[in-house]
């Protein structure tokens, strides 16, 4: 019964993606320097600021990626993706071949060019995204490559693990942009396996099972000292369910691609991320490693995340449970977050008022890749 409703929902999602979020975000997503733009207002109009985060650009060229896959306006789907691509490939970046983090909203160069880990990350994911859509460009994969060996050559952290989250070096470590950085390189290994992608990928899940879920509980930690060791404070205590939901996709979609087991770790995530959500299924943002409540306001994207990790946990087992939970977050979005118009209310309080005062872009890279999973998965 769960599976049959499950295959519905997929369904909705891909009406939903094609008659409101696609044409919303086309028609209103960009301003007229042809950058994508970093919000709208609640009402869906153009909301206009005074920069353009780069993670924004990638972002949005992924969504745009994803919208081609699905069959949504070949012509439209594909100028957006191009626009992306020619803002990734040469307007972000600086002369020593890293991204910056910050464009003037106008496209005359950037507002601040500090190379930022989670910005690069997704960057090389919109690259990868962008080179399996389009069919596969050379180019799309050197200019990818040639990122990659800037950040290998000023980034790479030779004595910790890892690389800088920014320049110059951090004190203080993030789970966050590199789990992205996992992301992209499983992206760019479908698009270039023999690049080397798989075994960056590779060092960073090692880096997770040794430090990032060395705390209590084998759980994942968010920040870190500066040698990866586990932080005193608050730092030590909280984590986020979105984000152990977040890895157990990424830990499974790294086993699919390797061809090496699941690690142990994305069970230990799921049964505690699950035993955060409340009572209808919501993921709230933040909890203590004993479970308790820190921050129960509620974004869109750890919805998205539950789904996702609930869909992979179905595809690979088939239950009916895990089609069920997966139906509950779908419902949780579609009925709570979602807007009939193709957009979103990214944030609620904990007693369910609106706290958004304004609608990302940024958001839709969560709900697009979840939903694609869910059709993906279900053949929707």
């Known amino acids: 019964m769960s599976k049959s409703a499950l295959k519905r929902r997929a369904n909705e999602a891909r009406s939903w993606l094609s008659d409101a979020c696609f044409p919303l975000w086309a028609d209103r997503g960009m301003n007229s320097a042809g950058l994508f733009r970093e919000v709208l207002d609640l009402d869906h109009g153009p909301a206009e600021r005074d920069y353009a ?40 970046r600086r002369p020593d071949g890293l991204v910056g983090r910050l464009l003037n909203a106008d496209g005359n160069g950037f507002l601040d060019d500090t190379p930022d880990l989670y910005d690069i990350a997704f960057t090389l994911f919109a690259l990868g995204e962008a080179d399996d859509s389009l069919g596969g460009t050379g180019e799309t994969r050197a200019s990818a490559a040639a990122l990659l060996d800037s950040v290998d050559r000023q980034m790479r952290d030779r004595v910790n693990g890892g690389y800088a989250e920014a320049l110059p070096f951090p004190q203080i470590r993030q789970q966050n942009p590199h789990m992205h950085l996992l992301e992209a ?52 205590e909280i984590v986020e369910p979105g984000h152990q939901f977040e890895w157990v996709w990424l830990l499974h979609a790294y086993a699919d691609a390797s061809g090496m087991p699941v690690p142990d770790a994305a069970g230990t995530l799921y049964a505690f991320a699950c035993a955060a959500l409340d009572a209808d299924g919501r993921a709230c943002q933040e909890v203590t490693r004993d479970g308790e409540p820190a921050d129960t ?14 869909i992979t946990m179905f595809e690979r087992t088939g239950e009916e449970r895990f089609a069920a939970a997966a139906c509950r977050s779908f419902d949780v979005l579609m009925d709570e977050f979602l807007t009939v ?3 979103w209310i990214d944030h609620y309080g904990a007693e369910g008022e609106v706290l958004a005062t304004d609608m990302p872009a940024s958001t839709g890279y969560h709900v697009v890749l979840a939903f694609a999973e869910l059709i993906r998965v279900m053949k929707a």
């Open 341 to 343: 118009d193709g957009g």
């Open 53 to 92: 985060r780069v993670r924004v650009q990638a972002r949005q060229t992924y969504f745009f990626s994803e919208a081609l896959r699905l069959g949504w306006r070949p012509d439209i789907s594909t100028d957006r993706i191009e626009h992306g691509l020619g803002i990734l490939t040469e307007l972000a």
């Open 185 to 236: 390189c499983l992206s760019l290994h479908k698009v270039d396996p023999e690049g080397g992608h798989l075994a960056r990928a590779g060092e960073i899940v090692t880096l997770f099972e040794a430090r990032f879920t060395a705390g209590p509980g084998g759980l994942l930690g968010e920040r870190f000292a500066v040698d990866w060791g586990i932080p005193q404070g608050r730092d030590a």
């Open 297 to 310: 306001s509620r974004r869109t994207w750890p919805q998205t995340e539950a789904l996702k990790a609930h």
